[in-house]
Every structure is written in C-alpha cells, then in structure tokens.
C-alpha cells in the first residue's frame, strides 16, 4: 500500500516521458543530415585519397560499428562467456 | 630560487607522516601534498640533478627535460584530484599507499639511470598491490596475488636486461636503447609488461576492477602511463610498437562489447587508449611524440574523471554490473553530467580534449602513409565511441530503470569530478597551453573544419548505428556472465598443468621411488649375509619349477616338494638376515682354493685366446 502511494508521489524524470526522447532523437537526426550536407562545403586536406570522398566518414563510422558488434555478439561472445563463477 | 628536493622523495616521505595525523590536519595536509610538490617541481630547472655516487656508478634521481616534466605535472595534477576524491576515507593505509604509488612513478620519470628506475619500478609494484588488498575481500586478495605475480615477473624480465644492458655497454644511464640485442629485448618486454601488450595484459582487467573505489584513480594513472613514458624514452621510433600499439587500440573494444561489469569495461578502455600512446611512440616522428604525450596528459584527466563516477555510482549503490544498473540520472544528476563530459573525451568529440590529442596520433600515421594503421585506429575510434563513451554512461544513468534511488555523490567526490571535467572541457577548448609544454613544437591545427566535420560525421554516424542496434533489439543484450581472456592461461591452464604434474607423473615418479628403495633394501638385506645368495637363488628357482610342475602334474609328491622347497626358503631367509658369523657360517678352505682355480683357468683361457 505505502510503496504504492510512494511510486505515486515520485516525480517523473526528463526521460520517463516517451515524447522527450523523441525530441531527442530527433535533434540528433536532424544533426546527422546538417553533418552530411556541410561535408560538400568545406575545404578539406586529404591524406589519402578515400578522406577526400564525400561522407566517406559518415559511412566508415557507421561500417565500423556494426562489424564491432556482429563480431563481439556473434563470434567473441560465444567463444569466451563462461559463468560468473567460473574461476571459483 | 628555493631550494628543490627530487619530486618522488616529497610523495614518498610525505606519505609517512600520514598515519600521525588526525582530523582536519590530515585532510588538509593530504591536499597540501601534491601542492608543495607541484611548487618544488616548477622551481626545478631543466638538467641534471641529485647524482648520487653508488659503487662504481653514479644514480640520477633529476634528469629534468619537457618530456619528464610534462609527466611530472600531469602527475601531481592527478594526486591532487585522487586525493581530494579520497578525502572521506579512513583507512591511512590506502592514502599512504596511493602517495607511495604516485611518488614511485614520480621517481621513474624522472630517474636518470638503470637502478634508480628498477628501484622506483619496484616501488610502484607493491604499492598498487596494497590498493587492491585493501578492498579486503577475498577477490580483491586473489587478484592482487595474480597482479604481484605477473609483475614481479615481469620486473624481474626487466631486471635481466638492465644487467646484460650494463655490462654491455658498461653504462648505467637511461637514455634510447633501440631493439638491438638480447639486453634491449628484455628491457622491452618488462616494460611491456606494465603497459599491457596484447597478451601480456590481462592482470589490467582482473585487478583494477577490484581496487578500491578511491584507489582505482591512482591505479588507472600511473603504471600504464609511467611504462608508456620509459617507452617514449629508451624506444621511440621502434617499427613493432606501431604494429603492439595498434593491436592494443583494436581487440579490447571487442571485449568491451559484451563486458556487464562496468569498472571491466574501462579496464579494457585504459588498454586501448594505451595503445594509441604506444602506437604514436612507434611511429616516432616529432607530429606523432607530441601526440602521445598530450593524450597520456589528455587520457588520464577523462579516464580519472570516468572511473571517479564509476566509483561514485559504486560508492553509493554498491554496484557496477550494467544488469543491475540504470536510471541513476535520476538520482545523481551531477555524476551523470560529469560522467557524459568524460565519455565525450574519451570518444573524442570536437571541443574536448580527446579530440585535440588522439587526432594528432591519427594524423602522423596517415602522414607516413601507414593504410593500415590508420584504418584500425579509425576503427578503434569507433570503438571507443561504443564502449567509453555510449555504453558506460548509458547502462549507469539511462537504460532501463533499476529502481535504485540514492543520493548525489559526497561533496570532496563532486568536486574532484568537477576539476577534472572543467580541465577535458578547457583543454579541448585552449589546447593552446597543453600544446606549447609538448616536448618539440608544435605543428598542428586540429579545429579545421575538414576534422572536426570528419570527426563529427564518424563519431555521429557510430552513434546512429547505436541507436539502431538498440531500437531493432540486436545489441548484445548485457548477461551475467564472465568472458575468457588471455589470463585464462594461468588460472586454469596453469592449474591444469599442475594437477597433470601432480597425478600422472607425480605418480609415476612415486611408483619408480618405491621400486629403487625395494630394491636397494633387498640388497642391503642380502649383503648381510652373502653366503646365502646362491643357495636362496637355487632355491627360489626350484620353488619357481616345482610350483609349475606341480599346476600342470597334480601329484602327491609334487605339491611335497613344494611345501619342503618353501619352508627351505623360508630357513635360507631367516638365515641371511642374521650376520654373517664365521663361527656358523665357515666352509672348508678347499672352497676357496677352487674358486680360485676357476678364476685362474677362466683368466688364463681369455688371455689366449686374445693373443692370438
């Protein structure tokens, strides 16, 4: 009974409401595109030939992070998880 | 000018006094330590200092140059903000412990010669070990004996080399070896020890999550960084730290991953950042040195800044696996804030001061045309954005609420974050400072627009994939579970080689031990009484025959001579044990004349036949 009343009472925090993480999301999307657009207006000082393409940083990073997780969560995680008390 | 002491001997008999004080004198004293060493250092000028005459050489416990000193500031700087992070604990061993540790590492960078810096080297070994113990549980004690294990191992790699080092060159100063000989190779490797090569490392994620919360800030700082220091003096340029430094960046964002235990999950960040340092040391150029020193200065204020909110969320929860985190934004507002400023640091977002110190690194590989190095640290990058800067702060303050509602962080614990973050954020702001201690001017803009767009968009772009993974419900979700790693090798493989040395050869070597001592006692037994050899062997025979004979022929006479030839053996045994007693025992000389005889023929019957 107290704890319900108690769960009642507490205060709802920035993200319990569904509609600021949407905004959230949003903003960061709306980055996304800002980023991708002023990559054709800026001068830019290649090392390598592939820096030079345009959102070729964009892509990579996107690339990058999903083969970290393929490879952690598919090929890592099965050959190494043990239980938490495997050393005991 | 006042007059100035070596920087370590403040730390470490500062830390003495420690235990006499009480209350508020101690706090303040505690405080007050880094600050007099910070005074004393400044007023240090560049050269060579306190040079001791030992034996036939001579120890430099001040060899004074940009490179020392910028490590020698960075250090006091972290003293003072882990001390201040300390201040409510009562326990004086850690605080005597964590200074023992900071001034060690002191004494290594500014150690001039071979000895002084494998004394100091030491030092900090043991001194950390207290700060994992003195968790006083039982992992934390398995843990520090492991630790100890692995660098009084590798000390003593270390070791080996300085001596074949010193008399081959017959010189005991410190300066660049190079990979040339055996002495350079050991040297290497004992330093490699401490930095956590791949393979070497795994005593970095098993103990430093079990340090204490307020002694991991020292642990994370100095003996990574201190190792990454002697690297960048005896073996810059080194063609294989390019290759160690970028392996180290790449295979512990893997583990990072799928890690549930979040001081684990910086544990195997500190590895990759490392490797970053190392990487920048093998390339060598002046671009890539400058590099690495900022992002060790960089590196150790956001990595403090993360593990201190770690410690915060642990000091106040009592938890640090994601499984039983979340939702502490609620509660501890400020520790959040300061906890996103380092991962923003850490990931190397434009206007913090990752971004200003692993770019330079970056550069100088793209600069010697290295495809690969580049593209595995851009990688690496990424994974830092991963497990550094989403994952820590996420799993803690957002994800799923775990219910958990407690307080902000104590207040000394606040303000060592808030300096800490102030400094990430000012230094990525002004870099200007930073860059005009680097040891060899500096060269590099890192706010054109192309990097801080390149940037944005890998960092931005990680970040959406993040998203991504999360909202489709294929990120690995966070298990209780442990993952192997390469100290596996000595916490089962090493207890499997003992028990298959302890049952089947153990056994064997048993088995051939009691068969000698038999034997030796039988002959021992027999050698009592010689005289009854032959007539036990004859015996024994025809009790060997007849007891056959009489298996095969079940006669009444067989199984008779059987039972006679037995009692027979057992009289020649009892006899043979008595000693010989010529009273009992003699035989008539004629005995001996023929045996004798027999010899004779046999020698006289050899020596003709070889004659001819």
């Given at each position: 009974m107290n704890g319900e009343i108690e769960a009642k009472k507490e205060k709802e925090y920035l993200f319990d409401k569904p509609k600021n993480v949407k905004r959230l999301l949003g903003v960061f999307y709306i980055l996304l595109l800002l980023l991708l657009t002023i990559d054709f207006f800026i001068l830019k000082h290649p090392n390598f030939p592939w820096e030079g393409w345009p959102g070729f940083y964009a892509v990579f990073g996107f690339v990058a992070f999903v083969a970290l997780i393929f490879v952690a969560k598919y090929i890592l995680r099965p050959i190494v998880k043990r239980k938490e008390d495997y050393y005991d | 000018m006042i007059n100035t002491v070596p920087p370590a001997a403040i730390f470490i008999f500062g830390a003495l006094l420690i235990p006499l004080l009480r209350g508020r004198l101690k706090g303040a004293y505690l405080l007050l330590l880094p600050v007099v060493g910070f005074i004393n250092l400044i007023n240090i000028p560049e050269g060579t200092h306190w040079v001791v005459r030992f034996l036939d050489y001579e120890l430099i416990f001040g060899r004074v140059d940009r490179l020392s000193l910028l490590f020698g500031y960075i250090y006091h700087l972290i003293s003072f903000i882990a001390i201040l992070y300390a201040l409510h604990v009562k326990d004086d061993i850690q605080h005597v412990a964590g200074f023992v540790y900071a001034g060690s590492s002191l004494g290594v960078v500014f150690a001039g010669d071979l000895f002084s810096l494998y004394l100091f080297w030491e030092i900090m070994t043991f001194s950390a070990v207290v700060l994992v113990w003195s968790n006083r549980t039982k992992a934390s004690l398995a843990a520090g004996f492991r630790y100890l294990l692995v660098h009084v191992a590798g000390g003593l790699c270390l070791l080996a080399g300085i001596v074949l080092y010193v008399i081959n060159t017959g010189s005991i100063e410190f300066g660049y070896i190079g990979l040339k000989d055996l002495a350079a190779y050991l040297i290497f490797i004992g330093f490699g020890v401490n930095c956590a090569w791949p393979c070497l490392h795994p005593w970095l994620p098993d103990a430093y999550p079990e340090s204490t919360i307020t002694g991991a800030v020292f642990m994370w700082t100095f003996t990574t960084k201190t190792a990454v220091y002697v690297l960048a003096r005896a073996?810059?340029?080194?063609?294989?730290l390019i290759w160690i430094g970028a392996i180290m960046t790449a295979f512990p964002i893997f583990y990072a991953v799928i890690e549930n235990n979040l001081r684990r999950v910086l544990s195997y960040s500190l590895i990759n950042q490392v490797g970053f340092m190392v990487c920048g040391i093998g390339i060598g150029t002046a671009l890539s040195i400058n590099g690495t020193v900022s992002h060790v200065f960089c590196h150790i204020l956001y990595k403090a800044l993360l593990v201190m909110s770690m410690g915060a969320v642990m000091y106040r929860t009592g938890k640090i696996n994601c499984t039983d985190l979340g939702g502490l934004y609620k509660s501890m507002p400020l520790t959040c804030i300061f906890c996103i400023v380092g991962a923003a640091s850490i990931s190397g977002f434009p206007l913090f001061s990752g971004f200003i110190s692993k770019s330079m690194v970056v550069e100088a590989s793209a600069i010697g045309g290295m495809n690969m190095i580049w593209f595995l640290l851009m990688f690496s990058s990424v994974g830092v954005l991963e497990h550094a800067g989403i994952k820590v702060p996420y799993y803690a303050f957002f994800s799923h609420d775990s219910g958990i509602r407690t307080k902000e962080a104590p207040l000394n614990m606040l303000l060592a974050m808030g300096i800490a973050a102030f400094l990430c954020v000012f230094i990525g702001v002004f870099p200007g400072p930073l860059y005009s201690l680097l040891p060899y001017p500096v060269d590099f803009e890192p706010y054109t627009p192309f990097h801080v767009v390149g940037m944005s968009q890998l960092l931005f772009f990680g970040a959406l994939a993040y998203i991504l993974f999360v909202l489709s419900g294929i990120f690995p979700a966070e298990i209780r579970a442990i993952n192997l790693d390469a100290d596996w090798w000595y916490r089962k493989a090493g207890i499997a080689f003992y028990r298959f040395c302890n049952v089947p050869l153990n056994s064997f070597r048993l088995k051939i031990q009691h068969l000698l001592t038999k034997s030796v006692d039988s002959i021992a037994n027999l050698s009592r009484n010689p005289l009854f050899i032959p007539n036990l062997a004859v015996t024994y025979g025809r009790l060997k025959i007849a007891k056959s004979y009489s298996s095969i022929i079940k006669s009444p006479g067989a199984i008779e001579e059987v039972t006679e030839l037995e009692s027979r053996l057992k009289h020649f045994h009892e006899m043979s044990k008595r000693v010989f007693d010529e009273n009992i025992h003699r035989r008539p000389i004629g005995v001996g004349v023929l045996i004798s005889f027999i010899l004779i023929f046999f020698y006289a019957l050899i020596y003709m036949i070889t004659r001819k």
């Open positions: - | 073996f810059p340029g080194t063609e294989a």
